[in-house]
């Protein structure tokens, strides 16, 4: 499985998670299955730096781990058969250790 995570910087297991989903520059993409990890850059588009759910669909990705994401976004992600998973974890190196301890995300921050 991948399971991308939205970062603020490029500096791998160390990144930081960021706070919003959809206000990213970068996404962490981490294979289960292989261990294997890359990061991937978000296109300039109208609205915001990124459009998140195109990003991940293209790269195959089942699941995103979150701190905060709006109602639109759950629902785009759930369309798509993407999961949103959340936890108190701010690196992605801590999110990769705690994979089996992540929450289903069912409702968003208010957005």
């Avoid at 399971?3 to 998670?17: C, D, H, M, Q, Y």
């Avoid at 294997?36 to 850059?41: D, G, N, R, T």
């Avoid at 992605?92 to 929450?103: F, G, T, W, Y």
Wanted: with cysteine; aromatic share 8%; glycine share 8%.
């Amino acid at each position: 499985m991948k399971i991308a995570i939205p970062v603020t910087e490029k500096n791998g297991l160390e990144s930081r998670v960021s706070s919003h989903f959809g206000h990213v520059s970068f996404f962490f993409v981490y294979d289960t299955n292989d261990k294997s990890s890359a990061f991937f850059e978000c296109e300039e588009h109208e609205h915001e730096r990124c459009t998140p759910v195109d990003v991940l669909v293209r790269e195959g990705v089942a699941a995103v781990f979150v701190h905060g994401i709006g109602s639109r976004a759950i629902e785009a992600l759930s369309e798509l058969g993407l999961k949103a998973l959340t936890g108190p974890y701010s690196t992605v190196r801590e999110v990769i250790s705690n994979l089996p301890s992540l929450k289903s995300l069912e409702e968003g921050c208010g957005h």
